[in-house]
């Protein structure tokens, strides 16, 4: 039998490439948003697209049974399971990125700041991110669980018993009743280190050693209020006006180092396109050193694109289609 013998050039090729593939399989996680779960159309689509696109493996981290856990277990303890999740999967022992969708981005931020003997997150990318808290709690769905809401926040969103059934009062944050927020709030303050007797540094620390992190805001959404908590954005302490920019009420070191992305997109709560999720999300996927440079600021270009993706959507001719909508 005749052996088959390659050129040394074919050879240092196929070995530059198989270096290539393996740079690029830092593998991923995905943290769905209230009222969802990993096997919905929507999120199993995403993760799955993302992994095909980057080159990376993705894992949907589900927390109990979902969509009905997202409202009813306290966020420390969604963390705290998140938390075990992530460090019994073994694929993600060397590091790995995290994609939080909406409250799924609370969670993640506590597996970073948290979690003791966790792999690092290298990238951490947040969609429609409710890292400042907001002033009201997040469409609820179901005529009859809306009441059941509406009755637990009667009793006073920062009673033990709201903050122990009802995960969104844990980044509820009334800027007119600050001193109730941060004596009866158990998540926010905490995360964002607003209590001064209680401050941690090291959660400073662990956040702070983020390669990037990624913070897409939704222009038309109307869910989080403001929508500019997902920049860390807020109100003033005492009032509903102005909102404060986030360089005003964190981020600082982060920011300082040229890791924070602030990227605005076209869409509704949690309404992100294909084209979006190639540009802005998938680059922090892939190897950092094959990472295309994004546009992160608003530019004219940023709004005639938004005039465009509004015509094309108004008339129905739009091919590109959110893939990810809010929970009903």
């Known amino acids: 039998m005749a052996s088959l013998s390659l050129p040394l050039s074919t050879i240092l090729i196929f070995i530059l ?16 948003g209230i ?25 949907c981290v589900e927390i109990g049974d979902g969509g009905w856990d997202s409202w009813t277990m306290p966020l420390l303890e969604q963390t705290a399971i998140a938390c075990e999740k992530v460090k019994n999967i073994s694929e993600l022992s060397e590091g790995y990125n995290l994609v939080g969708l909406s409250q799924g981005t609370m969670i993640g931020r506590g597996v970073v700041e948290w979690c003791d003997g966790a792999p690092p997150v290298k990238n951490f990318i947040s969609l429609a991110g409710i890292h400042a808290g907001i ?14 809401v509406d009755l637990l926040i009667e009793l006073e969103v920062y009673s033990n018993y709201v903050q122990e059934h009802l995960a969104p009062s844990g980044y509820v944050k009334i800027p007119t009743d600050i001193s109730a927020y941060l004596k009866g709030c158990k998540f926010l303050p905490k995360i ?20 990037t992190l990624v913070l897409i805001m939704f222009e038309q959404d109307t869910v989080l209020v403001p929508k500019e908590t997902s920049w860390f954005g807020y109100y003033p302490d005492g009032a509903y006006d102005p909102i ?20 605005n997109v076209f869409g509704g709560h949690l309404e992100i396109s294909t084209s979006d999720m190639k540009m802005y999300i998938v680059p922090y996927l892939e190897d950092e050193t094959s990472r295309q440079v994004v546009k992160t600021k608003t530019s004219p270009f940023n709004w005639l694109s938004s005039i465009w993706h509004f015509f094309l959507e108004l008339i129905g001719f739009s091919k590109d289609q959110p893939l990810l909508r809010m929970v009903n």
């Open 17 to 32: 490439c198989t270096l290539a593939l393996t740079a690029h399989s830092v593998p991923f996680i995905v943290l769905h």
């Open 135 to 148: 002033a009201s709690i997040p469409f609820c769905g179901s005529e009859w669980f809306c009441a059941l």
């Open 192 to 211: 964002n280190n607003e209590i001064n007797a209680a401050r941690n540094s090291t959660y400073k620390e662990r956040f702070a050693s983020l390669q």
């Open 35 to 59: 009222g969802d779960k990993c096997s919905s159309k929507g999120v199993a689509t995403f993760t799955k697209l993302l992994s095909n696109w980057s080159g990376s493996q993705g894992y």
């Open 244 to 263: 404060l920019p986030a360089q005003e009420i964190g981020l600082k070191i982060l920011d300082k180092a040229g890791k924070v992305k602030f990227i």
